[in-house]
């Protein structure tokens, strides 16, 4: 039987498919069509003479076959990239692609300063910034789809090393005019008779939230989840309900008087955030610059408050 040879593109559809889970959410990370990514999906089952999805509908699971090739794809790709970052290091930083994947407070409110100071010190550097939760940062950054993660604790994964970076302190927040608002010491049984808003499963700022509050035997009987820290600061403006996030989340809020934070007086609702990257692959010059950099605003804080 003729072989035929197995283009990268038709590769790379089919993993970003394969971790995704369908075709359009493939679309915009290849800047294909639907149809031409299947039309690529198609071309290399061809070439293997396998099929590598099962269809039913507009869903696709992969098959026996699709599980091997996705695992070698993934390899396929990290060496490119490995290949690329070599080179680049040959070049200094005037060229290269930083890869970040941060949980959503993180990447919504911490992450977006130094990756500016970064790309203004090196223009040339590429910069993806995907923001998730925490459970999905450190997935992907199992999988090499990112360089680097920055997440909460706890981080529990013998194939991740973390450093430490900054700390981030979380509190109640509500709308001006709710009777919580002002108090001069509040306490987390004040809680128990709130609606009480909270993040997906996943999120970082969920776990220790509910940790803290388990620690101290307060159990919230009324909940309402929503899927980013945005969504629950306009839900508590409006009135629905209370919720504790980090300060840096409500920061211009609280200045202009939108929404009211405060500390929990019996809650330990500090925690400690942390750079994460893969224990068995070695940091691209660019990102163990990035992380330089971090460092470098870590020590300009500390001797600033100390």
Do not use: C
């Amino acid at each position: 039987m003729e072989r035929f040879p197995i283009n990268l593109d038709q590769l790379r559809s089919f993993w970003v498919v394969a971790e995704r889970g369908n075709i359009s959410h493939a679309t915009k990370l290849l800047a294909l069509t639907q149809s031409a990514i299947s039309r690529q999906i198609q071309a290399l089952e061809r070439a293997l003479g396998v099929r590598l999805f099962a269809r039913e509908g507009r869903t696709m699971s992969l098959t026996d076959a699709g599980r091997i090739l996705r695992e070698h794809a993934r390899q396929v790709f990290h060496a490119v990239e490995q290949a690329r970052e070599a080179v680049d290091a040959v070049k200094g930083l005037e060229r290269g692609h930083l890869r970040v994947g941060a949980a959503s407070t993180i990447g919504t409110y911490l992450l977006p300063g130094p990756l500016g100071a970064f790309k203004r010190a090196h223009p040339g550097i590429d910069i993806t910034l995907e923001v998730a939760n925490k459970a999905r940062t450190l997935e992907r950054l199992l999988t090499g789809e990112i360089d680097l993660g920055f997440v909460g604790p706890p981080i529990d994964s013998r194939d991740l090393a973390a450093e430490e970076w900054m700390t981030d302190d979380l509190g109640l927040v509500t709308a001006p005019a709710h009777p919580l608002a002002g108090s001069a010491r509040v306490r987390a049984r004040d809680l128990i008779s709130e609606v009480f808003i909270v993040r997906e499963p996943g999120s970082g700022t969920r776990e220790i939230v509910e940790e803290e509050l388990a620690r101290a035997g307060v159990e919230i009987r009324r909940t309402m989840e929503m899927g980013s820290t945005e969504a629950i600061k306009q839900a508590v403006a409006a009135g629905l309900g209370v919720s504790i996030v980090s300060r840096y989340a409500v920061t211009l809020e609280t200045l202009t008087g939108r929404l009211w934070f405060a500390p929990v007086g019996d809650l330990r609702l500090v925690r400690q955030l942390y750079a994460v990257h893969h224990r068995r692959r070695p940091l691209s010059r660019t990102s163990a610059a990035f992380l330089e950099l971090l460092r470098q605003q870590g020590r300009r804080r500390r001797s600033r408050t100390g």
